[in-house]
């Protein structure tokens, strides 16, 4: 009886006993420390997008990771994160913190939800129901994105948790409020309407990729997808022999039956003319918590509490809409200090470490949304991948409370940070709030 060398099985190593007297091999029985890791070789955002990277054709991998024409604000979001410092407490009792917070009513294990982002479904086989299982299994909120490659109500019933639902409005108010009713019937808690994208954002790889939905090939892009065989199997192939070509499945019929190939998103014409009666009226229509994503300056944040919105997202869409725009974070202190307590003020944009979303909630945040993050995570390996990328956010954040010397979220206050001069004078105001 002797050893064959380890090879290739689901994604990791299986090591095989083979008998000297027929031939046949056998798996051989592994320690359960090796069954048991969850790592998936990842120990970092950084680690799962790389392993995101080559896995994912170009095109697809661009669509999620890169930013707007010159991409001033996707680096700006990572720049801001770094001219905030932590400043630690010492000889502090931390041995009972808590990362636990309170959103709208529920209470939930981490100061997290995940950010609507359409791509999942094309990065991993029904890649927004894996997404979602990681979100419930954390015990935190999923959004599902108005284009995304699965239907709301397969969300519901396969994933269950906490579900909001995205929508954007489209020059046909009523296509968008059609979506919104079909949200309310499918049982989501929560809408979050996306009001920075009035027309469609310039992402010039995606013109260059052609990366369309549904997908289209030249033979740039079937070169791409030739030479990564994973994603062709593993996630294209699976599609066309059960569901065929994704689509974007929450649009209404009508509507998906002459969709022909556009750029990610482009599908349908989004609305120029909006308002912010336009928010009025879908606060009547939802009777649930209603959220405004795309915030950047206090005044439209106190205009959406105005409104009778229950939350606003301060967000520059992940630095995929306006090039050169300031980084949430950056705004975050003073939306605070503008809203008080009427509303709950949540951020995105740029988060990779535990160590950024104490930053926001101690600027004031209530919650952070992650989005790219656990798309690596999706690619990387489906749920247990989007699970390792939630996993990691949660050690980083105890992590970090511990050496900060802070026993919980609700504790943490901008006296915990050392401040760019321009964000001083707004968190001294929201430490008041």
């Not at 909120?141 to 994933?159: R, Y």
């Not at 740039?220 to 294209?236: E, F, Q």
């Not at 950047?296 to 050169?324: E, F, K, T, W, Y």
């Not at 993050?373 to 050690?395: D, H, M, N, P, Q």
Request: net charge positive; charged share 20%.
């Amino acid at each position: 009886m002797g050893f064959d060398p380890p090879m290739r099985a689901h994604g990791g190593y299986a090591l095989f006993v083979r008998d000297s007297t027929n031939g046949t091999a056998s798996p051989m029985a592994l320690p359960e420390a090796y069954m048991k890791d969850n790592t998936l070789g990842a120990y970092s955002i950084a680690d799962l997008r790389e392993i995101a990277r080559r896995r994912l054709p170009k095109g697809i991998f661009e669509f999620v990771d890169r930013g707007a024409e010159d991409e001033v604000s996707l680096r700006n979001n990572r720049a801001a994160f770094e001219r905030i410092k932590l400043k630690p407490r010492v000889l502090v009792d931390v041995s009972q913190r808590s990362q636990e917070i309170t959103l709208f009513g529920h209470q939930q294990k981490m100061p997290i939800a995940i950010a609507p982002t359409g791509a999942a479904g094309i990065m991993w086989h029904e890649g927004e129901i894996a997404l979602a299982r990681a979100a419930a299994a954390a015990g935190i909120p999923f959004t599902l994105a108005t284009t995304s490659m699965t239907a709301m109500e397969k969300i519901v019933k396969q994933a269950g948790g906490r579900l909001w639902f995205q929508l954007y409005m489209y020059a046909d108010r009523s296509l968008s409020h059609a979506i919104a009713e079909r949200a309310k019937s499918a049982g989501f808690e929560g809408l979050v309407v996306t009001v920075d994208s009035p027309v469609f954002s310039n992402r010039e790889y995606n013109l260059r990729n052609n990366f369309t939905i549904p997908l289209s090939y030249t033979l740039r892009n079937t070169t791409d997808v030739l030479t990564h065989p994973r994603w062709l199997l593993g996630v294209l192939m699976r599609y066309l022999l059960t569901t065929g070509m994704p689509r974007y499945e929450n649009y209404p019929a009508e509507v998906k039956s002459r969709i022909t190939a556009q750029p990610m998103g482009r599908a349908l014409k989004l609305n120029d003319a909006l308002t912010w009666d336009d928010v009025r009226v879908l606060r009547k229509l939802w009777p649930r918590t209603l959220m405004v994503k795309g915030i950047l300056r206090p005044q439209d944040a106190v205009l959406a509490a105005d409104c009778g919105a229950d939350a606003v997202i301060i967000s520059n869409h992940g630095g995929r809409v306006v090039d050169g725009a300031m980084a949430p974070v950056e705004v975050l202190p003073k939306v605070v200090a503008a809203v008080g307590k009427r509303i709950t003020v949540m951020v995105d944009s740029g988060f990779r470490r535990g160590s950024d979303v104490i930053k926001a909630l101690a600027l004031g945040a209530n919650a952070v949304l992650i989005g790219r993050s656990t798309l690596y995570g999706t690619a990387a390996a489906g749920e247990a991948g989007a699970a390792r990328a939630i996993a990691l956010f949660r050690e980083e954040i105890d992590r970090v409370l511990a050496l900060l010397g802070c026993r919980g979220i609700s504790a943490l206050n901008p006296d915990y940070l050392a401040l760019p001069p321009a964000m001083s004078d707004a968190a001294s105001v929201s430490i008041m709030r």
